[in-house]
Each structure stands twice: as C-alpha cells, then as structure tokens.
C-alpha cells in the first residue's frame, strides 16, 4: 500500500472528538449501544465517553486470529482489557485472513461471531466487496494516508512491516541473504512461509516479495509462484506453516516472513534458538494489517472502542514496541509522541520502498488463488 502522508494532525481529530463529547449528541447508555451498529465514528454516539459506556454495557469483545506473539498483540489485549474492564474472547488465534472472513460469513447472527478483524489488505478488499465490513472513522482517522484506508473507513491500514528471511544461525550456518540464495542445495528441507498464500496475507506477501526479486513486479505475481514451484520440485521449500513453536523444535530453520515476526520470533527464544533475521535485497517487499469491524458484529460498540484504542498513540506505540511500523508513526514522530526507545529498535532499510496499489494487490490474489496449487500442491 502506498505512504503518503495525510494533512491532518492527531490533535485536529482527537480535538473533534472531544468536542463531540461534550456537546453531542444526547441519551443513555441503552441508545448508545442500540445505535452502535450504524455508528460511523464514535461523535454519532455522542463522543467517546458514549462509546465506553455502550461497550461497557455489552460487557464482551471477540477478537479472532490475533497470536499474542504477532505485532505485540498480548500486550495490547491485556491492556485493552485493563483500560475498559471488557472480557475478550479470542478464537482460533493462529487462524488465517481468509479464516476470519469465513468466521464472519458463517457465524453471522451468533454471539460469538467475531466483532473485529484484523487482514492481510488483500483479504480486506475481498471483505469490502463482499459488503462484510462496517464504515466507521476513528478519532485519529485522519492521520492515516488516503492510500492507506477506505474512504468510508470500512478497513484502514494499522500496522506493517518488510518480508525478510529468518534462519537459525546454528542449523544453517551459511545463512541466505537473498531470494537466489535461496536456491541452493545446501536450503533442501529447511524453508518455509507462514500458511498457505491463498488464504494467509503474510505467506501472500512472501510470494509477491519473491516475485519483485525474479523478474516480476506488483503487476506480475506469477515470477514468485513459479520461484516458490522450482524450490518444491528442488526439496528446497517445505509445505509447512512456520511459527514460533516451528522455529523452536527446529522444523523450519529458514522461514519467509515480516521482519517483525521474525524479530518476535529471536526475542522469544532467546537461549534456546540463535534467530537472525535479514531483509532479501533483492525482493524488498513492504505492506499494512489492515483493521476493519464485522457489520453484524455482535458487540458493536465493543468492537468501535477497539479500534479507538488500536489507531491511539497508546496502541500505535504498543504496535511499535512489537517492532511494527504502525500507520501513524510519521504523524506520531512530527508530534513527539512515538515511542523513542521503540523507534530505535526498528530494523533500518536502506533506499525507498514502493508500494502495489490495492487494484495490483487484488489482481494478484485472484493470479495465485488460481496458479499455487498447480504450481505447489
């Protein structure tokens, strides 16, 4: 996704929100909840302290796929839930992108479908068509680029990061530093992506990456399906969903993934697994998380006050503790208010990135929903 810069400040739209807290929009707390469901911000329920009171009411929230190793996400649902006293119902926390969608499609109605959704962006665009995904703006909406969100807020980017290559410094002692390197037979057994690129957006990425660093391009993802097909028919790639769990017993000693995780993933298993982690320089490949809620959430306002707690500095800052790159951050750094220590720990990329625009990253989702299987199995 494209980075450019939105004009508007934090304080310009955390100000709005506060004056629409004052002076909003009257009721009690029982029309709060019963108008969350349609709410497009939180000033349609009369301000912030409306929104809280309504999730409060609700009592619960059900989140779905959030690993609490991914992006510091047990953090920021431990504090989330010490913030606002809500219970949080986590699901199938190693699902996938297209899990969630599934989840939201077929639990619909139940109260434990999922409020919340957390998706890789070409996952996101596929819900927005489908017309799942509930428009609502955020008090901090406007820091976030235009090319970087729907306008209508049905999903906005949160959180990225780079594809990069993990490797465990004991077992592959002549460590790869690029996608050709990969190649070599010294690799047989040893690499593997984070799920399946069909329905998981980090395993997506891993394919779009290796497609920039083989002749391809945001507009040609099928160069990184066949590079992945030649390392299966060589032993080289392992049909295996790579995990922490994964790097620890040994299984995937070289494993595709964002350089977060990777980073997770080292300060997880310090002493036990020696984890390095290196940006592929030739298939520098760079994307956002995007946010989104259910439209038929079960806890609507629940759901609206998570997202006012993820697009906040607090949330942004805990998304860049976890070594992300969380979509505020430039305002956040023009501002003063990202973290320092945090800022400093982010691994450095040399050059400019660019980013496929959402058409390119919907095209390509269709060309390897088509081509991996018959490419990979």
Same mark, same amino acid.
């Given at each position: 996704?494209?980075?450019?810069?939105?004009?508007?400040?934090?304080?310009?739209?955390?100000?709005?929100?506060?004056?629409?807290?004052?002076?909003?929009?009257?009721?009690?707390?029982?029309?709060?909840?019963?108008?969350?469901?349609?709410? *497009?911000?939180?000033?349609?329920?009369?301000?912030? &302290?409306?929104?809280?009171?309504?999730?409060?009411?609700?009592?619960?929230? =059900? %989140?779905?796929?959030?690993?609490?190793?991914?992006?510091? #996400?047990?953090?920021?649902?431990?504090?989330?839930?010490?913030?606002?006293?809500?219970?949080?119902?986590?699901?199938?926390?190693?699902?996938? /992108?297209?899990?969630?969608? =599934?989840?939201?499609?077929?639990? @619909?109605?139940?109260?434990?479908?999922? &409020?919340?959704?957390?998706?890789? !962006?070409?996952?996101?665009?596929?819900? $927005?068509?489908?017309?799942?995904?509930?428009?609502?703006?955020?008090?901090?909406?406007?820091?976030?680029? &235009?090319?970087?969100?729907?306008?209508?807020?049905?999903?906005?980017?949160?959180?990225?990061?780079?594809? /990069?290559?993990?490797?465990?410094?004991? @077992?592959?002692? =002549?460590?790869? *530093?690029?996608?050709?390197?990969?190649?070599?037979?010294? #690799?047989?057994? +040893?690499?593997?992506? =984070?799920?399946?690129?069909?329905?998981?957006?980090?395993?997506?990425?891993?394919?779009?990456?290796?497609?920039?660093?083989?002749?391809?391009?945001?507009?040609?993802?099928?160069?990184?399906? !066949?590079?992945?097909?030649?390392? @299966?028919?060589?032993?080289?790639?392992?049909?295996?969903?790579?995990?922490?769990?994964?790097?620890?017993?040994?299984?995937?000693?070289?494993?595709?993934?964002?350089?977060?995780?990777?980073?997770? #993933?080292? +300060?997880?298993?310090?002493?036990?697994?020696?984890?390095?982690?290196? %940006?592929?320089?030739?298939?520098?490949?760079?994307?956002? #998380?995007?946010?989104?809620?259910?439209?038929?959430?079960?806890?609507?306002?629940?759901?609206?006050?998570?997202?006012?707690?993820?697009?906040?500095?607090?949330?942004?800052?805990?998304?860049?503790?976890?070594?992300?790159?969380?979509?505020?951050?430039?305002?956040?750094?023009?501002?003063?208010?990202?973290?320092?220590? /945090?800022?400093?720990?982010?691994?450095?990329?040399?050059?400019?990135? @660019?980013?496929?625009?959402?058409?390119?990253? &919907?095209?390509?989702?269709?060309?390897?929903?088509?081509?991996? $299987?018959?490419?990979?199995?």
């Amino acid at each position: 996704m494209n980075r450019r810069f939105a004009a508007l400040t934090a304080a310009v739209a955390a100000a709005a929100l506060v004056s629409a807290a004052c002076g909003g929009a009257s009721g009690d707390t029982k029309d709060a909840a019963s108008g969350a469901a349609t709410a *497009k911000s939180a000033a349609d329920l009369g301000g912030l &302290d409306k929104l809280v009171e309504a999730a409060k009411k609700e009592g619960t929230l =059900n %989140v779905i796929a959030l690993p609490h190793d991914w992006a510091n #996400y047990g953090e920021l649902l431990d504090a989330f839930k010490k913030k606002y006293g809500l219970k949080v119902t986590e699901a199938n926390p190693e699902g996938s /992108s297209q899990d969630e969608v =599934n989840a939201v499609k077929q639990l @619909k109605g139940q109260d434990r479908a999922p &409020d919340v959704l957390d998706l890789g !962006s070409a996952f996101a665009l596929t819900a $927005a068509q489908d017309d799942l995904l509930a428009p609502y703006k955020v008090a901090t909406f406007a820091d976030v680029p &235009d090319a970087q969100k729907d306008a209508d807020g049905q999903w906005v980017n949160d959180y990225g990061g780079y594809i /990069s290559i993990g490797y465990d410094a004991k @077992k592959v002692p =002549n460590p790869p *530093k690029s996608f050709a390197d990969l190649k070599k037979p010294e #690799y047989a057994g +040893k690499i593997a992506l =984070n799920g399946d690129p069909t329905k998981a957006g980090a395993a997506f990425a891993g394919v779009y990456a290796a497609a920039l660093g083989n002749g391809g391009s945001f507009a040609d993802i099928k160069p990184g399906i !066949s590079y992945f097909g030649d390392l @299966k028919k060589s032993g080289n790639f392992i049909p295996v969903q790579a995990s922490a769990a994964t790097v620890e017993s040994g299984q995937t000693p070289i494993t595709l993934d964002w350089d977060y995780l990777q980073a997770g #993933y080292a +300060k997880k298993l310090e002493g036990k697994v020696d984890w390095k982690v290196a %940006v592929p320089a030739d298939g520098v490949y760079s994307n956002f #998380y995007c946010q989104a809620i259910s439209k038929t959430a079960p806890h609507p306002a629940a759901a609206r006050l998570w997202q006012e707690f993820l697009f906040s500095d607090e949330g942004q800052n805990l998304f860049l503790k976890g070594l992300s790159r969380p979509a505020r951050l430039p305002k956040m750094e023009t501002a003063g208010t990202a973290d320092k220590a /945090s800022l400093a720990a982010l691994p450095q990329i040399p050059g400019d990135t @660019k980013f496929p625009t959402n058409d390119q990253i &919907d095209a390509a989702k269709k060309v390897v929903a088509d081509e991996w $299987a018959k490419a990979v199995g």
